[in-house]
């Protein structure tokens, strides 16, 4: 197995210090999902909070756990496990998402059809932002798994506080709309925004 970058070790060091992120990732775990992960701008905020010197962690929007299960896509599954994870922890935001139903959706939301995805990996790596293309998992044995499919530009964008446009599925509009939206620079005064790539 190869040696975890210095980044990966870090991430990994702040989720296991952080007690919000390691409950969530326990309850997540118990529904016994194949393939998941708690990614977007969960993990995004837990480095960023920490790299800015925050006491308390930013107020998160939601808990984005994404899972990848092509045998059952129905809107109401996740509905089922996203009510599982509000009883178990009923003040953590959560949002669960199959990833493999995505294309069902996506179109009513974002206004253009796009073909199914073909796993987890694949699907984080569609994320609007190449700082938020990643997830974090539990397995077992109680090991934090890291999945990044786009590897050190996520990375390097993570540490270095940069919003970066990831046009492999969102346009231009939507990241613009995105970037507008959050005002990441309210909370994060060091971030970089980068202009969107056609």
Not at 30 to 42: K, R, V
Not at 129 to 152: K, N
Request: with cysteine.
């Amino acid at each position: 197995m190869p040696a975890k970058s210095p980044q990966i070790q870090q991430l990994i060091r702040l989720v296991r210090e952080s007690a919000s992120f390691m409950a969530w990732l326990r309850a997540v775990r118990s529904l016994g999902l194949l393939s998941w992960c708690i990614g977007a701008g969960a993990v995004r905020n837990l480095v960023w909070d920490a790299l800015s010197g925050h006491d308390a962690p930013s107020v998160l929007a939601d808990v984005d756990v994404a899972y990848f299960d092509a045998t059952d896509i129905s809107g109401e599954r996740d509905a089922k496990l996203q009510r599982a994870l509000q009883a178990a922890m009923p003040n953590a935001p959560w949002e669960v998402t199959n990833q493999a139903g995505v294309h069902q959706w996506f179109e009513s939301v974002f206004g253009r059809a796009v073909a199914p995805l073909h796993s987890l990996d694949d699907a984080i790596a569609t994320w609007p932002e190449f700082v938020t293309c990643i997830g974090v998992t539990l397995t077992d044995d109680d090991e934090i798994r890291v999945i990044a499919p786009h590897g050190s530009l996520t990375f390097d964008d993570l540490f270095s506080m940069t919003i970066r446009h990831n046009p492999v599925r969102a346009t231009v509009a939507n990241y613009n709309e995105r970037v507008a939206k959050k005002n990441y620079a309210a909370r994060w005064p060091s971030v970089t925004i980068l202009p969107a790539q056609c």
